[in-house]
Nanobody, 127 residues
Framework: EVKVVESGGGLVQAGGSLRLSCAIS????????IGWFRQAPAREREGLSF????????YTADSVRGRFTISSDNAENTAYLQMNSLKPEDTAVYYC????????????????????WGQGTQVTVSS
């Protein structure tokens, strides 16, 4: 329904920071929820952080809460994931996704709720 493009991945040392961007096009983001996910080799896709673009409500998974922060700039149709204090175990492909059918953000949202996905951006954290 909409095009999703992630950017900002790369190589960073442990303890460093990285900001991922998620650009949405093809529709206004006001009626959507945006989610950030990651998938490491041989692991399930993990939901990380979610934001309602209409209300600003957010939810972040216990595993990254306090280190990762989701935000948005609705005028730019963009969501962000600020990642601080990165650890080697954060190494994964990070995905952004959008949904207009499950827009209440009160907890983790499963991946199958999201119909529009970006291509993924690799984040590698070195020790």
């Amino acid at each position: 329904e909409v095009k999703v493009v992630e950017s900002g991945g790369g190589l960073v040392q442990a303890g460093g920071s990285l900001r991922l961007s998620c650009a949405i096009s093809g529709d206004t983001v006001d009626g959507y929820a945006i989610g950030w996910f990651r998938q490491a080799p041989a692991r399930e896709r993990e939901g990380l952080s979610f934001i309602s673009m209409s209300t600003g409500q957010t939810y972040t998974a216990d595993s990254v809460r306090g280190r990762f922060t989701i935000s948005s700039d609705n005028a730019e149709n963009t969501a962000y994931l600020q990642m601080n204090s990165l650890k080697p175990e954060d190494t994964a492909v990070y995905y952004c996704a959008a949904t207009h059918s499950h827009t209440v953000v009160g907890g983790l949202l499963p991946a199958h709720f999201f119909g529009s996905w970006g291509q993924g951006t690799q984040v590698t954290v070195s020790s």
